[in-house]
């Protein structure tokens, strides 16, 4: 933190919005903040400026003779050969192919090239792209262009930065969401998980009041429905020598499930009715239509006495305004395909429903397999059913025999959820699984602004963590981190050498912490490319730094992506392989680092994610026991 900054800034980097809060640290004292969020002017139209709340995250690559450079560039910026915000989203529901949408999504993916120019997915090759960092970076050098056009008086790269990220984010997706911003410009940089921030959000609304409305012993599950990801959060609430902090238990895996896969369901919904009035839609005016039901779906969710929205699908022959397609989206339409299709009414036992996968499949973003939301929501739950054990204070408020963790308070945040029959089906579902095990309903805790919320709670945080005062939530590493060692032993034909995994970092591991793993020697290949295999648990809580691993059940560790990297010879044969004892770190931003020590030497090989690392790669080698 910047001791001399004016402003702690909070940026909610979402993937259909983004939204900047920012608190005047001179005017405010703990809780009681001087807090505003920041109108973002963006293109609406051509040369045509307008400051709104939200910035969309959606960036337009114009034909050449489609806008003049005029008509793209904000006032006092640089040219620029792209269109970000509400423009952009309104340019490319009639033209998809040139639309960059959900590159927060694409930045963690794991199975692409995330530096790559592949966005938007579906254009033909002719067509340029840009990669899901490019993109991201252009979306936060808006808002710090905003910032300056609203504060010349105090530059941004002064600032103390939040940025927001789901809290089910690996250490790849953290360390290329640290690069975008980095890349834009940010200096004093935090990353904050998303439900932490929403939580902030409450507590700082709340003008202290929170504290009696929550008691020792509650566990808040906060429940974010975002545009591309579900996700999911607990929190305790404790005491200590007589004062109530909060602790973050459990983090959910991350669920590609959100506002985008509903946009789609819609856009199959009205195809469908088309279809049965003689209108069929091809490939390319499904999607421009799916552009057009979130917007349909937004202005719904948003204004209850608006019954239908009326959606035009652009014609793709020569008479584009008489060939275009006029329909509409109702609300019925909108809360019938939301409740009951994402959020249906379904016991504590039930799983993610999967299905065989096809041999070929197309490209594209690892979406959930089931859409509904409620099932996840089960799962984890029922995984987290032991998550109390190793918590102080906590222990003996679950029931005997319970079959998952029973949560007394929920938290809603995310776009999603502004519909207020979907808040009610989660809570009449959870109240059912707690009413079936005899325990009390959950309470629900007022939220703020769903939009902002997560904008909000950042700047709140930045402000409370450099002035120390305030409620902190503590936290530390979502998961238990391990590597991969490979066991040392002879060839055995059609058999691979078994992988251990050694715990290196476990849960809650503070950020800033570091840890030597220095009673064993391992050896490390030098001189040559190898990969690095990484695992993450959310469920073994009680392993210790230093603990070996030879067997672990399916859904007690997931392989996290491997890391590929050719640590220097320095004067050894290539391939030689040298006895290394291993620390590990979490840095500031609650990323991963090892670092590999001679036995009996002062040098040091530093592994740092490379997230560059694509699918065909060398074998595995990891390091050797």
Request: some cysteine; aromatic content about 6%.
């Amino acid at each position: 933190m910047n001791q001399h900054a004016k402003f702690s800034i909070g940026i909610d980097l979402g993937t259909t919005h983004c939204a900047l809060s920012y608190v005047d640290k001179a005017a405010s004292d703990g809780e009681q903040v001087q807090q505003q969020v920041l109108p973002i002017p963006q293109l609406a139209a051509p040369a045509s400026v307008q400051a709104l709340p939200l910035l969309p995250s959606f960036l337009y690559l114009p034909h050449d003779s489609e806008l003049s450079e005029a008509d793209r560039t904000l006032p006092g910026a640089a040219a620029q050969d792209f269109i970000t915000g509400e423009f952009a989203r309104a340019r490319g529901a009639a033209t998809p192919i040139r639309l960059v949408s959900s590159a927060k999504s694409w930045l963690c993916h794991p199975g692409v090239d995330r530096r790559a120019g592949i966005l938007p997915a579906d254009a033909p090759q002719e067509l340029s792209r840009i990669s899901p960092l490019t993109a991201s970076t252009r979306y936060l050098q808006h808002l710090r262009w905003a910032w300056e056009q609203a504060h010349p008086e105090a530059p941004f790269a002064e600032q103390d930065i939040t940025v927001t990220i789901p809290a089910s984010f690996d250490p790849a997706a953290r360390e290329l969401t640290a690069e975008a911003c980095k890349a834009a410009g940010f200096a004093n940089l935090t990353l904050l998980e998303e439900p932490q921030a929403a939580l902030y959000s409450w507590i700082q609304a709340s003008g202290g009041g929170w504290r009696k409305q929550v008691r020792h012993g509650d566990i808040i599950l906060v429940v974010d429905v975002g545009g591309g990801t579900t996700d999911l959060s607990l929190i305790a609430v404790l005491e200590r020598d007589g004062n109530l902090e909060l602790q973050r238990i459990a983090v959910g895996e991350h669920i590609l499930l959100g506002g985008d896969n509903m946009d789609l369901a819609l856009a199959y919904g009205v195809a469908r009715k088309l279809a049965q009035e003689g209108k069929p839609l091809d490939a390319w005016q499904t999607r421009a239509l799916a552009h057009g039901c979130r917007a349909a779906k937004e202005q719904l969710l948003a204004d209850a006495t608006l019954q239908s929205v009326p959606v035009v699908v652009p014609s793709r022959g020569s008479k584009l305004i008489g060939g275009s397609i006029r329909t509409e989206v109702t609300r019925d339409e909108v809360l019938a395909m939301l409740v009951e299709g994402f959020f249906p009414k379904v016991a504590v036992s039930d799983k993610p429903q999967t299905r065989a996968r096809g041999a070929l499949t197309q490209l594209g973003l690892p979406y959930a397999q089931d859409a509904a939301v409620t099932r996840h929501l089960a799962a984890f739950l029922t995984r987290q059913v032991n998550a109390l054990a190793e918590i102080e204070g906590v222990q003996g408020d679950q029931v005997e025999g319970s079959t998952f963790l029973h949560p007394t308070a929920i938290l809603f945040n995310g776009g999603v959820l502004k519909a207020p029959q979907i808040e009610q089906r989660i809570l009449d579902v959870i109240n059912g699984w707690l009413d079936a095990e005899a325990c009390e309903p959950a309470r629900l805790l007022d939220g703020a602004n769903l939009d902002l919320a997560v904008a909000r709670g950042a700047a709140y945080f930045g402000h409370i963590a450099g002035s120390g005062r305030g409620m902190r939530i503590r936290g530390g590493t979502a998961q238990s981190y391990y590597v991969g060692v490979e066991s040392n032993m002879p060839a055995i034909p059609g058999m691979e050498p078994p992988i251990s995994a050694l715990c290196l970092a476990p849960f809650g591991m503070e950020e800033g912490t570091e840890v030597a793993l220095d009673a064993q020697a391992f050896g490390l290949v030098v001189g040559e490319p190898v990969r690095l295999r990484f695992f993450g648990s959310s469920v073994r809580r009680s392993d210790a730094v230093g603990t070996m691993l030879d067997f672990w059940g399916p859904e007690e560790l997931v392989e996290l992506q491997e890391i590929e990297l050719n640590l220097p010879a320095s004067g050894r044969a290539a391939g030689e392989v040298v006895a290394v004892t291993l620390v590990a770190r979490v840095t500031d931003i609650g990323t991963l680092e090892l670092n590999a020590v001679p036995v009996g030497g002062s040098e040091r090989w530093k592994v740092e994610l490379d997230v560059r690392a694509e699918a065909g790669a060398a074998e595995p080698q990891a390091l050797t026991v």
